[in-house]
């Protein structure tokens, strides 16, 4: 099933917050093989001239994916999940997410094409705390054609 | 650790290369820190089910870990205010021997008005180029 070209300018409401802790970023450093102490340490990070310790650049990933999660379960949007392969991805840090931070996300779908075969769909997520834009992530997905 | 200077880079220079080795618990331990748990990383029946070689690594293990060799390069991950890559090949990670991936960088660019510098990073894993177009653009005083 192609995937429905007429999602292309949607935006979805915003998530409900998520609530940026210090124990996970201190296991997302953990797990891409970060020792950085403005992760880890809190005195560390204020000297560095954070409020509290700050997520690795690619943190924001775990949020946007979940915004992500909208469109792919959204039935009407056509996307057969089990075929979904991450072709793009880029972050762009007004500030760094921080411990304590409770993080919107907004979820726009920016494109849908074919290509080759598959369907390729770009979304981009606007992430805020407390209406202060904080970070925009943009993903582009490859849902692998049926012969592919 | 003092971040890096603005003063002290210059286009051309290499960041250190670091070999980063891959085995399945390191990407059962991406898949709980990201909540990413697609059995395609740490299921090889799944994985094979589905058409893989094997169990592949996440895109954004490989792309998080090059994000801490650029983030330990400016001496503060936190400068790190822009970073964008292509996936262009799974990393392959067999049971058995797991895998390496190899990131080097090099400096591309510098906007001294701006305090911004941008590296191209290089991964790779055996012959494969595993990003594509990986830049990230830091920012140094």
Request: hydrophobic share 45%; with cysteine.
């Given at each position: 099933?192609p995937v429905n070209a007429?999602f292309v300018?949607r935006?979805?409401?915003?998530?409900?917050?998520?609530?940026?802790?210090?124990?996970?970023?201190?296991?997302?450093?953990?797990?891409?093989?970060?020792?950085?102490?403005?992760?880890?340490?809190?005195?560390?990070?204020?000297?560095?001239?954070?409020?509290?310790?700050?997520?690795?650049?690619?943190?924001?990933v775990?949020?946007a994916q979940q915004c992500d999660a909208q469109l792919m379960l959204d039935?009407?949007a056509g996307i057969d999940y089990s075929r979904v392969v991450h072709g793009e991805q880029r972050?762009?840090?007004?500030?760094?997410?921080?411990?304590?931070?409770?993080?919107?996300?907004?979820l726009h779908v920016d494109g849908v094409r074919a290509a080759g075969?598959h369907a390729m769909v770009t979304t981009r997520t606007?992430?805020?705390?407390?209406?202060?834009?904080?970070?925009?992530a943009t993903s582009t997905l490859v849902i692998r054609g049926?012969?592919a | 650790?003092?971040?890096?200077?603005?003063?002290?880079?210059?286009?051309?220079?290499?960041?250190?290369?670091?070999?980063?080795?891959?085995?399945?618990?390191?990407?059962?331990?991406?898949?709980?820190?990201?909540?990413d748990?697609n059995?395609i990383?740490?299921?090889?029946?799944?994985?094979?089910?589905?058409?893989?070689?094997?169990?592949?690594?996440h895109g954004m293990?490989?792309m998080?870990?090059?994000?801490?060799?650029?983030?330990?390069?400016?001496?503060?991950?936190?400068?790190?205010?822009?970073?964008g890559t292509r996936f262009?090949?799974p990393?392959?990670?067999?049971?058995?021997?797991?895998?390496?991936?190899?990131?080097?960088?090099?400096?591309?660019?510098?906007?001294?008005?701006?305090?911004?510098?941008?590296?191209?990073?290089?991964?790779?894993?055996?012959?494969?180029?595993?990003?594509?177009?990986?830049?990230?653009?830091?920012?140094?005083?």
């Amino acid at each position: 099933m192609p995937v429905n070209a007429d999602f292309v300018g949607r935006e979805y409401p915003p998530t409900a917050p998520y609530a940026v802790g210090s124990a996970k970023i201190r296991e997302f450093a953990e797990a891409v093989g970060s020792s950085d102490p403005v992760h880890l340490d809190r005195e560390a990070a204020v000297a560095a001239g954070y409020r509290d310790v700050i997520a690795p650049p690619t943190f924001a990933v775990l949020i946007a994916q979940q915004c992500d999660a909208q469109l792919m379960l959204d039935p009407e949007a056509g996307i057969d999940y089990s075929r979904v392969v991450h072709g793009e991805q880029r972050f762009t840090h007004h500030r760094p997410l921080t411990a304590g931070d409770d993080v919107v996300g907004v979820l726009h779908v920016d494109g849908v094409r074919a290509a080759g075969g598959h369907a390729m769909v770009t979304t981009r997520t606007e992430l805020s705390v407390d209406g202060e834009a904080v970070c925009t992530a943009t993903s582009t997905l490859v849902i692998r054609g049926e012969d592919a | 650790m003092a971040p890096r200077t603005l003063a002290s880079v210059t286009v051309g220079d290499e960041l250190p290369t670091r070999t980063v080795h891959i085995e399945r618990a390191s990407l059962v331990q991406y898949a709980g820190a990201s909540l990413d748990r697609n059995p395609i990383h740490w299921d090889e029946r799944f994985a094979r089910a589905v058409g893989l070689p094997d169990v592949i690594a996440h895109g954004m293990f490989t792309m998080g870990a090059g994000a801490t060799v650029v983030g330990d390069w400016a001496g503060d991950a936190g400068r790190v205010v822009d970073y964008g890559t292509r996936f262009t090949k799974p990393v392959v990670v067999p049971h058995d021997s797991g895998a390496d991936v190899v990131f080097a960088g090099v400096v591309k660019k510098v906007d001294a008005d701006a305090g911004l510098v941008t590296v191209e990073l290089r991964a790779t894993c055996g012959d494969d180029k595993v990003l594509g177009r990986a830049l990230a653009v830091v920012h140094l005083r």
